[in-house]
């Protein structure tokens, strides 16, 4: 089936960049086209039930890649409109001016970006504001120079953090509040008001939101483009393959394999990939024709290549006193972020996750054998749990890569030994300092059910870097406006982009990049 229309721009994907893409072609008035591979996410008592999303993930989808030993695992990817950020905890972090630079790690060099924080920091000002980031900048003494203030307060504390809060600052550290992404009005007690959409729950994190709350792709940047007459949504749509021109030097279809199994083709001046960096090294690879033998806009051999994920801990603490706290996702800290007095080399980050429950923690309990303590009952335990996520710096290195084997399926080669000391002397920090904290010093738990039931290469939440870009077209699949080198119309905004990853997630990034390619995309069509 090929549709008969003609478009400006076709996205595909709508997740946190190629959603927010959307939004901002949406008023220019251009015949924009997005292609989703799943649907809509159901409304339903599920999207809020730990059982369901994090112990049976009833809403990952269905499918196995394999590893570099060619054993197959089931990846943290959902495919519905809106893409992760469906399921992500909202928390939009800057990356530090240093993470633009090369940056000395234990485990290698970070390379540089071949553009500067303060180029992209006017997008990362209308990222906070577009996408309701709630914080207060200058409270991290590390962070970047900022255009504008949050558009929105901090969310409050409640009780058992503010307690936490005050616990670090005795230590001589720098907690702030987390910036995260949810439509919340708080009264003088911080408390949701009458009218608030976000309810202050404590299902923010990893859940989608049933009320809307949360600062999703869909909710912020996809529903709005779509009531512009020029933008049409398409779900259901697996793109398949993307064809070329003769010279291999224009896109001139798109070929999806529809919901029903049939095929449909598509055609637009600027063809856009956004499916998240597994999948949109994939796409390249399997475009592969005579002109681009090795894959679409891959004549430098780094399609693929380079995949990032984080070095990242999920960890439970145990309060002596009870937790109560509902919306526990409102504190961070950097001050290892670039090294310590007793390391000169970057750490990573702290922050809070969402609070855990009596359903979570039974999911844990066979993998806690011999470290919880067997007096505590499971609803105790969650009264009582604080958890923490802890961030660090994986490197780009060649051999972490995607490639498709002779059926087409996706293998992802990985080194989990990449760069993790760092980690594990945030972890040890943090242990450290448990009993100061009110913590008990010899809880802290691995809440692995966040990394995707402890399989550390099926924790793609934070994935980046297969597509990377940069100004020498033989080291570098895009150009600095995410451009391919090879192929004029093809551009890649998703997270793949990504030279290095720094310690923070990387949606904040992902959405300016997108608000800065959505410029120049609006000039050239112009």
Not at 38 to 46: A, K, S, V, W
Not at 227 to 236: F, Q
Not at 411 to 440: F, P, T, V
Request: one cysteine or more.
């Amino acid at each position: 089936m090929a549709d008969d229309q003609h478009y400006d721009v076709i996205i595909i994907g709508t997740g946190a960049g190629g959603g927010t893409l959307a939004h901002r072609l949406a008023p220019t008035g251009k015949r924009v086209l997005l292609l989703e591979r799943g649907d809509y996410l159901p409304r339903e008592r599920d999207n809020w039930e730990s059982s369901a999303v994090f112990v049976k993930g009833k809403y990952r989808a269905p499918e196995f890649w394999y590893d570099k030993n060619g054993d197959r695992f089931p990846p943290e990817v959902n495919y519905y409109v809106g893409g992760n950020t469906k399921f992500y905890g909202a928390a939009l972090f800057r990356l530090r001016p240093e993470d633009f630079g090369e940056l000395r790690h234990h485990g290698g060099l970070s390379p540089a970006w071949p553009l500067r924080y303060e180029d992209l920091e006017p997008y990362y000002t209308q990222a906070e504001h577009l996408y309701l980031v709630h914080g207060r900048h200058g409270e991290d003494p590390g962070e970047g120079p900022v255009s504008a203030q949050y558009a929105h307060p901090p969310v409050r504390h409640e009780p058992r953090i503010q307690q936490l809060s005050d616990d670090l600052e005795k230590q001589g550290l720098h907690p702030f509040h987390l910036p995260i992404g949810v439509d919340l009005t708080q009264d003088e007690q911080g408390r949701a008001t009458r009218t608030s959409v976000c309810i202050r729950c404590n299902r923010v994190d990893g859940f989608p939101c049933l009320v809307r709350g949360k600062a999703d792709a869909q909710v912020i940047c996809v529903d709005p483009a779509l009531e512009h007459d020029n933008v049409r949504l398409v779900t259901g749509a697996n793109v398949r393959t993307l064809e070329t021109d003769p010279g291999g030097r224009t896109v001139t279809a798109v070929v999806a394999e529809l919901a029903d199994g049939s095929t449909a083709r598509f055609s637009g001046d600027i063809v856009v990939v956004s499916c998240g960096a597994v999948n949109s090294a994939a796409l390249l690879l399997r475009s592969a024709n005579e002109r681009h033998p090795g894959g679409l806009a891959n004549s430098s051999d780094t399609v693929g290549r380079h995949y990032m994920r984080h070095n990242n801990l999920a960890l439970m603490a145990v309060s002596r006193e009870p937790n109560d706290t509902q919306f526990q996702k409102t504190l961070a800290l950097n001050d290892w972020y670039l090294g310590a007095d007793d390391w000169e080399f970057p750490l990573g980050g702290i922050q809070m996750l969402g609070k855990s429950d009596s359903e979570q923690i039974k999911g844990e309990a066979p993998r806690w054998a011999g470290l919880a303590s067997p007096d505590m009952p499971f609803e105790v335990l969650a009264h009582h749990a604080v958890d923490f996520w802890l961030c660090g710096e994986d490197l780009p290195q060649p051999d972490n890569r995607v490639t498709l084997d002779a059926q087409g399926d996706i293998h992802l080669a990985l080194d989990e030994q990449n760069n993790i000391e760092g980690l594990k002397r945030l972890r040890h920090k943090l242990r450290s300092m448990l009993g100061r904290l009110g913590m008990h010093p010899h809880h802290l738990l691995p809440h692995s059910l966040y990394l995707h039931k402890g399989m550390p290469i099926g924790a793609t939440a934070h994935q980046a870097g297969t597509v990377r870009f940069g100004t020498d077209p033989r080291t570098s699949a895009l150009d600095v406006h995410c451009r391919a080198h090879d192929v004029d119309n093809l551009y890649v905004v998703d997270t793949s982009f990504f030279p290095s990853i720094g310690a923070v997630n990387p949606s904040l990034t992902a959405i300016a990049n997108a608000l800065r390619v959505g410029d120049h995309i609006a000039e050239r069509l112009r």
